[in-house]
């Protein structure tokens, strides 16, 4: 595996967003990877919003992505061995208005859904959104 060191500018400005630091935190706790289906679910956010968030997460050096058939599986790139305590950091913030801990519980519902491991059934919003109202 190759190492790429990126700028700490260009992580910390990755970081700058709630919604990229919603996608690090939920990875981080689970320990999963994910496809856009379950983000979408489980962040509430469409999909066009994540996609681009999940791109800028790349292209700062943070996230992998595997495609496997019409699915894409993002997850958290371990090294350089200083990401894992910036990414400790992430998990640690506080959830003043529990958006992360809800976040999480349809993270884990929705990770019910999946068949051999995996992602077979698309977006399913709605069923999330009615959860959570």
């Given at each position: 595996?190759?190492?790429?060191?990126?700028?700490?500018?260009?992580?910390?400005?990755?970081?700058?967003?709630?919604?990229?630091?919603?996608?690090?935190?939920?990875?981080?706790?689970?320990?999963?990877?994910?496809?856009?289906?379950?983000?979408?679910?489980?962040?509430?956010?469409?999909?066009?919003?994540?996609?681009?968030?999940?791109?800028?997460?790349?292209?700062?050096?943070?996230?992998?992505?595997?495609?496997?058939?019409?699915?894409?599986?993002?997850?958290?790139?371990?090294?350089?061995?200083?990401?894992?305590?910036?990414?400790?950091?992430?998990?640690?913030?506080?959830?003043?208005?529990?958006?992360?801990?809800?976040?999480?519980?349809?993270?884990?519902?929705?990770?019910?859904?999946?068949?051999?491991?995996?992602?077979?059934i698309g977006i399913q919003s709605e069923m999330f959104k009615t959860e959570?109202?």
């Open positions: 595996m190759q190492i790429v060191t990126i700028q700490a500018e260009v992580i910390f400005q990755a970081l700058a967003d709630e919604t990229r630091l919603r996608i690090i935190r939920l990875m981080k706790v689970t320990d999963e990877e994910s496809c856009l289906c379950e983000l979408v679910d489980s962040l509430l956010e469409p999909p066009y919003k994540l996609s681009r968030h999940l791109k800028i997460l790349r292209q700062a050096g943070l996230l992998l992505s595997q495609k496997e058939g019409r699915w894409v599986y993002h997850r958290l790139v371990t090294e350089p061995a200083y990401l894992e305590p910036l990414y400790a950091t992430v998990q640690a913030l506080p959830d003043t208005n529990e958006i992360y801990n809800n976040d999480l519980k349809r993270f884990r519902q929705r990770l019910c859904l999946r068949e051999g491991g995996r992602c077979r959570a109202g």
